[in-house]
């Protein structure tokens, strides 16, 4: 086993070493950064994105009038048509793939080796800068701002640099606030913000004459904050069980050991929406090439509506949202079939999730037994694997059900932004003031 993760590791060297010296680095910070200065930080991270996000794109020609990543932009924090078009989006594909390559095995990394931490975290780097690259040039050749043709060979050029050149601020960004600048991931926070910025626009959008107050689109600001409340007092629960195994004992004697019911935060439903989201490209992109194929138009069959692409019909009619009380008083067993799609995904991706993310119930077995400086039996160890697997995957997927659960409600009371949004900025505020509060104690 030792033999062949040094292989992997040397492979791995082999692979990113050459790039190093291209590859911009934010450097550690030489003591520890001050919480005011933290949040200074981390407010000058958000007003960069926001800057970013609403600089339009040099040389692009035209916008497609349809929207084909419409629901993707909700999880990537991706704004049409500016430089922030590709949004997380590169650092998000690089840590999943990383942490696809690392559960299966395909790298071995020791994580206690500090040289090993490094190359990996520079691999994740390097991919995402790729999954960059690749990204832009799939957008420019796919005609999202008009033909190559049209565009020239220069704007082309052009248009491929600035979204590069974005990538790298994300990366930077993404570094300059994980390396204990600021609080939290650019990932959770940018998406977050994305998303609050929308809930306002909307709330104050199309003012009526006479009044400020008129001007709230009152019932999705009530229908906004409903969910709000929702998901913060369920935020809460957790399941507290006893550890039999004395020497891994939580904490004090008589003391439980929690899980949250909202174990995997709103991964559940970021990873539905975005396989959904990814499913409907490729349909809509089959239905381009293939119109009027009868295998095809059941798949789907698609009109635009208000900027996006809505199925219509077909097999991805019935596994979209439906819109409204009456749109599931009208189409019951399309309602039916949703609701059981969207729950069961999410427990599914719930647990999934848990196992890609390293939060397992062996992966906190392990961490428990590090934590306590034990030295713990083979038999002590199945046992404490075996109490944690009776409990983290089943709150794991029943959290996510709940979560896959707010975000149809949500959706179905048309509220300011989508479910996936809502849940997404009140798990990343929530943990921003989890982060907070840790270092306020530690002063």
């Known amino acids: 086993m030792g033999g062949r993760r040094r292989v992997s590791f040397r492979v791995l060297q082999r692979l990113v070493t050459p790039f190093l010296p291209f590859i911009p680095e934010v450097q550690e910070p030489e003591m520890r950064v001050p919480l005011r200065e933290k949040l200074i930080n981390t407010a000058m991270a958000v007003l960069i994105y926001l800057l970013c996000s609403r600089l339009p794109l040099y040389g692009i020609q035209s916008v497609m009038a349809a929207d084909p990543l419409y629901w993707l932009r909700a999880i990537l924090a991706s704004t049409r048509g500016t430089v922030m ?75 491929v640099c600035q979204l590069c050149l974005a990538t790298v601020i994300m990366l930077l960004l993404d570094e300059f606030l994980q390396k204990g600048y600021g609080l939290g991931s650019a990932t959770s926070l940018f998406s977050a913000t994305s998303k609050c910025e929308e809930i306002i626009c909307e709330i104050f959008s199309s003012p009526v004459e006479g009044t400020i107050v008129a001007s709230f689109h009152l019932s999705d600001l009530l229908a906004t904050l409903f969910i709000f409340a929702i998901v913060v007092y369920l935020q809460e629960f957790y399941v507290a069980f006893p550890l039999k195994s004395k020497k891994c004992a939580y904490g004090q004697e008589g003391e439980l050991y929690r899980v949250k019911l909202f174990y995997a935060s709103s991964m559940p439903v970021v990873l539905q929406s975005a396989f959904v989201s990814t499913v409907y490209f490729i349909f809509q992109k089959i239905q ?97 694997h075996k109490e944690l697997n009776g409990y983290i995957p089943i709150v794991a997927a029943t959290g996510g059900m709940f979560i896959g659960g707010l975000a149809f409600l949500a959706d179905l009371m048309g509220t300011s932004a989508s479910g996936t949004g809502i849940l997404s900025i009140v798990t990343t505020i929530s943990q921003c003031i989890e982060t907070f509060e840790k270092e306020r104690a530690s002063l």
């Open 288 to 384: 381009r090439w293939c119109n009027g194929n009868l295998i095809v138009d059941m798949l789907g069959t698609w009109e635009e509506s208000d900027g996006e692409l809505v199925a219509v019909g077909g097999f991805a009619h019935y596994f979209t949202a439906p819109t409204s009380l009456a749109d599931m008083a009208e189409n019951p067993l399309r309602a039916l079939l949703y609701i059981g799609f969207m729950l069961s995904f999410c427990a599914v991706f719930s647990q999934t999730w848990i196992e890609v993310s390293g939060s397992s119930a062996k992966d906190v077995a392990k961490k428990l037994i590090k934590d306590r400086h034990t030295m713990i039996s083979r038999r002590e160890k199945m046992l404490l």
């Open 85 to 159: 078009e590709l949004g997380v989006a590169p650092i998000a594909s690089s840590r999943l793939a990383m942490q696809f390559f690392l559960c299966a095995n395909i790298i071995k990394i020791d994580s206690r080796v500090h040289e090993e931490q490094i190359l990996l975290y520079n691999a994740k780097k390097l991919l995402g800068f790729l999954f960059g690259v690749g990204l832009a040039v799939a957008h420019v050749q796919s005609g999202a701002y008009g033909s190559p043709a049209q565009l020239g060979v220069l704007n082309t050029v052009l248009v």
